[in-house]
């Protein structure tokens, strides 16, 4: 949702500074890497209690999100593998944050809040999937308000400002609303045209 709505609009802010300091250099999968990095620099820090460290690795891999595709946008560098690239290192990102937390409140003995994170985890492991089983059957979907932006500015406040509890009760209500609201818009797409009414007799359906 706050994805849709920038749009492309950043760029006239991220992409200038970056222009002065690198010029016409830059490798959108490098600054996907940093990103994926800065994850894991998170997640350690998370297991060690270092919540607003944690909190800053946490925005600084959003950064690098964004400049990946600044970079590949403005330098002409913008490619298939990059795309799929960056959705699978998104998808590491997000869990591993997850798996760190799980980690966390086990230590803590905090069973409550270990199936609280799962629950979380189910839900953002399911938006993109929808989204990408849409898009399959040729219907853009981004509808819902838990996208990744949106998730990675309420676990970095989360771990910032230590409510990591509350963020995840938001998370945990808001990605699964999300994921039905995906699945209502794909269902009402498909009832409005002849996208896929049926398989053909005797078709075998995708179980992946």
Known sequence: MLSDKLGHRLDTYLYPPFKKIFGEWGDPNLFTLLGFFSTLAASWLILKGFWLSAGL??????????????????LGKATIFGSFFDSVMDRYSDLLLLLA???HYLKEG?????????VVAIGIALIPYVRAKAESLKISCHVGLMERAERIILLSLGALLNWMEPVLWILAVLTHLTVLHRIYYVW????NSNIGRSFPKGSIRNKS
Request: no cysteine.
């Open 110 to 118: 905090d069973s409550g809040l270990v199936i609280l994170t799962s």
């Open 57 to 74: 690795a946490i925005i600084l891999s959003g950064l690098f999100d964004l400049l990946d595709g600044v970079i590949a946008r403005n």
């Open 188 to 191: 009402k797409e498909i009832r």
């Open 101 to 103: 937390l799980t980690i």
